[in-house]
């Protein structure tokens, strides 16, 4: 059993913020980079944030200056702080991480949450 979970998602009038959080599972060991994706209906899943091990991080053009991804490598956490969101944020959101879990390497996916903005 592979494990991501998350937390945070909900529903937002523009200009407002969330937090969303993602915890690996105890037997997962993250050894690479943590990111977040997003995917609205009709739509490519798309990369929205990632922050290598040693705190490099990338952004997408739409979401640069607005997000903020962060982790805890100890806790092998993830979270993405989201502030002046817009209507088109609208999406599930699902955190990724490149882990190994019982020598089994590999890419892991959240279960995703809804992230709703309203206009």
């Known amino acids: 059993q592979v494990r991501l979970v998350e937390s945070g998602g909900g529903r937002v009038q523009a200009g407002g913020s969330l937090r969303l959080s993602c915890a690996a599972s105890?037997?997962?060991?993250?050894?690479?980079?943590m990111a977040w994706y997003r995917q609205a209906p009709g739509k490519e899943r798309e990369l929205v944030a990632s922050m290598t091990s040693g705190g490099n991080t990338n952004y997408a053009d739409s979401v640069k200056g607005r997000f903020t991804i962060s982790r805890d490598n100890a806790k092998n956490t993830v979270s993405l702080q989201m502030n002046s969101l817009k209507p088109e944020d609208t999406a599930v959101y699902y955190c990724?991480?490149?882990?190994?879990?019982?020598?089994?390497?590999?890419?892991?996916w959240g279960q995703g949450t809804q992230v709703t903005v309203s206009s």
């Open positions: 990724n991480c490149l882990g190994d879990y019982h020598g089994n390497l590999a890419t892991y």
């Open positions: 105890g037997s997962i060991i993250s050894i690479g980079p």
